[in-house]
């Protein structure tokens, strides 16, 4: 779908929340379902990006939808609303946050943009996403006061206000709004303090109410004193959740934590009441004679234990949203541009398409653009995670945020703003992050039950305990055991803490996941489909020979074919072009064509003008395969046929050109084998994919290219028409295999999308890049196999999250209300697989280094 058709469809729109306050996955569930409620209105909420993506339908206002996150306890502010790319959002997030991504680019290139307000005008005028924004009456502003306020408290200091005042009056600035959420969200700025004083408070704590040496006559009113603070202030977040969602009739897991904690605390305050003398004497605790005992050590480590998890968890997430922001700072601050012969140096934000800025040797492109003078090699490893410099020259095209590191270039600006390839990059990962795996709906659904469940097993737990045994001591600790083991935060963050960090690191090695159903298709992915020029070869054809037939010359043969190849961007093409080119006398021009027309997979037509001729003589030419030529009713005869065979034999992709009807010449070509091509299709055996190579070009050549690369003949497609190749992708299908298919260009799209995991390879064109699930900025075919490991790696990470999160609370529960867990270890345990998730997620951001 282009831009064009996703800025006129009606009927529903697309709103980016920022929400606060949401602790777990049942704040998760909570904010869906109550969304869900509201009809036609469909919303996905991401816990560690505190965001949600809601599709509204018109009859549905923007109000309404904060005034219902807010009414169930948290708060919302609205980030971007625009028109729904689809009626099915949550199926389709194509193009999900695409002015909010070109925000948050535009904000990561402010820095030196001096006056905000002037570059967020002159840019909203130039970048067709926010025309679009503007016209569809986007919300720019944040919904309510309060909110700007809050945000501006958590931001680090007056720096951070002043951004979220700017972002108040444009939506490309709200990025920074979402940048302090991650670096000083309410987490961890509120919770260090809390953390701190009560890790001080619950030592002495613990230590008195465990070690009988260390007692002294009241110990018990000196611990319940200490601990105060740390059960109320400490605890202060847990219960302020709880409590709001208590209004609601509503737990989540802060109620566990909340109802836990307290129920120590005052249990062991009233029988300390009831007996004021029972530390009367050290180790005399118990003797009191109700049966009782003390419990303040359990309620300050527990709140301790859980205030350190919310903290290492909320470091972690903004650790995990790291690489998206390190991705979006890539971009240029600067760009000189020059306007009537004089150099102007301006905010890369301002550029329009068109212009024509400077880059200097070791400055970033400002601006995908065109290269119109001077040559250089660009550095573009930041962005396609390849390492070895690109050869620029007159025509080349180049990427924003690449770096120029030799010549002084001059580039038209083709591409600004949502536009770039580095705007795609950003809202392709950030879609993908927001993007729920079926399986973390699952893990949603179950937590939003899960704990009045709990609730009601805790009370269990100390009816049966009590009638069973009489002993009201051991009847509380189980079940404030119950309640404590039993939080599912870990959880509600194995899925998105996972797929944050995966896709991030994907993000810096040039690959980009569409979103979480991409990882599953990795997995069971086990046939992979590999477009053989430009993907498994370097697809920069050189042209060996020219053979004249009919009596033409071959010099003839060449610039006539090289004339009509000009008008086409055929890697083919660009080879015959180029020997034409080179071949001319005095290098001159490229004959002229006219009437040109070119079948994809098949080859080219025109009308050349013979220079010199005088009297504009004209040749029809027609290059390209066999079936081709008989499409234009030129029959070779079998001599001529026995030729193309020998030269294909060889090796060869082997052209025909034909001039006026008849056969003239062929012309031989050779592609060479990519380097690390093999290498990678080893490797990619090693993981249980059988590779297959699928071609337009000839048998022969086909074979060579797969034996130099270790592919099976008959794995081999050859002379595959572009509509063949979707064929070729089902007919494995119909096989029982599960394909993945890797390509390049427009004639690829069709595949990719019929293709259980289609690949867009290399810069790729736009198409391939929009029907595929991943995509790989590079095109050595180790980057696929990487994309592939990678993908594989995040979902086994999520497994693994998701396994400890139901492992701990499956085992700990009956654990604990068998009697069998004190709830200080509970508490332990509970912060620990948090940790434990959050640690083993970001392990992937060592992946390949
Ligand atoms: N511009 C062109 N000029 C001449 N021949 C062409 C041109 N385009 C296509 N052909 C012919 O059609 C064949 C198939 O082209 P197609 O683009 O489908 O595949 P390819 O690029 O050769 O290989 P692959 O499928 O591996 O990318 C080519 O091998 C060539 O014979």
């Known amino acids: 779908m282009s831009n064009h058709d996703i800025l006129h469809q009606t009927g529903t729109r697309i709103i980016e929340l920022d929400i606060e306050g949401m602790t777990c996955a049942s704040c998760v569930a909570r904010v869906e379902r109550k969304l869900g409620k509201l009809d036609g209105v469909e919303a996905s909420v991401n816990l560690p990006l505190e965001s949600a993506h809601v599709t509204v339908p018109d009859n549905v206002t923007d109000q309404q939808i904060v005034d219902t996150v807010n009414a169930t306890g948290y708060k919302a502010w609205i980030r971007e609303s625009r028109p729904s790319p689809s009626t099915a959002p949550s199926a389709d997030h194509t193009h999900g946050r695409e002015t909010d991504m070109l925000g948050a680019l535009e904000s990561s290139t402010e820095g030196s943009a001096g006056d905000g307000g002037a570059v967020e005008h ?125 209004r609601h009739f509503a ?59 919310r903290y290492l968890e909320a470091n972690a997430k903004a650790k995990a949203g790291d690489a998206l922001k390190a991705l979006l700072n890539l971009g240029a601050k600067d760009a000189t541009v020059l306007r009537d012969g004089v150099e102007h140096k301006i905010p890369a934000e301002q550029l329009v398409a068109g212009d024509i800025f400077v880059v200097r040797p070791g400055e970033k492109i400002a601006t995908d653009g065109l290269v119109t003078s001077g040559s250089s090699a660009v550095d573009a490893s930041l962005v396609t995670g390849e390492s070895v410099p690109v050869e620029v020259g007159p025509g080349s095209q180049v990427t924003g945020a690449t770096i120029n590191t030799s010549g ?18 950003g809202r392709l990962v950030s879609q993908a992050q927001t993007g729920k795996a079926p399986i973390a709906r699952l893990a949603d659904r179950i937590s939003a039950v899960f704990v009045p469940v709990v609730l009601v097993i805790a009370l269990v737990t100390f009816v049966v305990w009590l009638a069973l045994s009489g002993d009201l001591n051991a009847s509380f600790t189980a079940a404030v055991a119950v309640l404590v083991i039993a939080c599912p935060c870990a959880l509600g963050l194995a899925t998105p803490v996972g797929l944050l960090t995966g896709t991030g690191r994907g993000a810096q090695l040039g690959i980009l996941i569409k979103g979480p159903q991409v990882l599953e298709d990795t997995r069971t992915v086990d046939a992979i489909l590999l477009d053989k020029t430009g993907t498994v070869t370097s697809g920069k054809l050189a042209v060996g020979h020219t053979l004249a037939l009919n009596g033409h010359s071959p010099a003839d043969v060449l610039s006539l074919a090289g004339a009509v190849e000009a008008a086409s961007e055929h890697p083919i093409a660009h080879a015959i072009a180029a020997a034409a080119k080179s071949a001319m006398p005095d290098a001159g021009p490229l004959l002229a064509v006219k009437d040109f027309s070119s079948a994809p997979g098949g080859g080219v037509r025109g009308m050349v003008a013979l220079n010199g001729a005088g009297n504009g003589t004209e040749r029809t030419v027609v290059a390209g395969r066999t079936g081709w030529l008989e499409l234009n009713g030129i029959f070779p005869d079998d001599a001529q046929r026995r030729a193309l065979a020998t030269e294909e034999a060889g090796g060869a992709t082997a052209i025909w050109v034909a001039v006026d009807g008849e056969p003239a010449g062929i012309v031989s070509l050779r592609d060479t084998v990519k380097a690390g091509s093999a290498a990678a299709i080893a490797k990619l055996k090693e993981l249980g994919i059988r590779p297959l190579l699928l071609t337009g070009d000839n048998a022969a050549v086909a074979a060579q290219v797969a034996t130099a ?37 427009v004639n690829d799209a069709a595949a990719l999308a019929q293709a259980d995991l289609g690949i867009a390879m290399g810069s790729g064109t736009d198409v391939a890049i929009e029907a595929s699930d991943l995509t790989v900025m590079g095109s050595d075919l180790g980057q696929l196999v990487q994309a592939i490991e990678l993908s594989r790696k995040t979902l086994a990470t999520i497994k693994t999250n998701l396994f400890w999160a139901f492992f701990y609370n499956a085992i700990g529960i009956p654990v604990a209300a068998l009697g069998l867990l004190n709830p200080m270890i509970a508490g332990a345990a509970m912060a620990a697989s948090s940790v434990l998730v959050v640690a083993n997620s970001l392990r992937l951001r060592s992946f390949a280094k």
């Open 251 to 309: 737990s989540t897991m802060d109620t566990l934590v909340s109802i836990g904690v307290l129920a120590a605390y005052l249990y062991s305050a009233w029988q300390l009441f009831a007996n004021p003398m029972m530390t009367e004497h050290p180790g005399m605790e118990s003797t009191g004679g109700m049966g009782g005992g003390l419990y303040f050590e359990v309620a300050a480590v527990v709140t301790t234990f859980l205030l350190l998890g």
């Open 122 to 246: 002159d840019h909203s005028n130039s970048a067709p996403g926010h025309d679009h924004s503007d016209g569809a009456g986007v919300m720019r502003q944040r919904a309510s006061k309060g909110g700007t306020t809050e945000h501006a408290e958590h931001g680090a200091g007056g720096g951070g206000a002043a951004e979220h005042d700017r972002s108040n009056s444009a939506p490309e600035h709200d990025h920074s709004a979402h940048e302090d959420h991650m670096h000083h969200g309410p987490a961890s700025r509120q919770l260090r303090p809390r953390l701190i004083a009560a890790a001080i408070l619950t030592v002495p704590v613990f230590a008195i109410s465990m070690i009988p040496a260390l007692q002294f006559p009241h110990w018990g009113w000196v611990a319940a004193l200490l601990a105060l603070p740390v059960v109320t202030w400490a605890a202060w977040p847990f219960h302020r959740a709880a409590a709001i969602n208590a």
């Open 709 to 745: 690369v270790g592919i099976s003949p008959e794995d081999v497609f050859a002379g595959v028409l572009p509509e063949g190749k979707v064929d070729a992708v089902r007919m494995l299908q119909s096989q029982g295999s599960t394909v993945a298919m890797a390509g390049d260009g």
């Open 408 to 425: 002084r270039l001059l580039v038209r600006a083709t591409r600004v703003g949502s536009e770039t390839t580095l705007a795609q990059m």
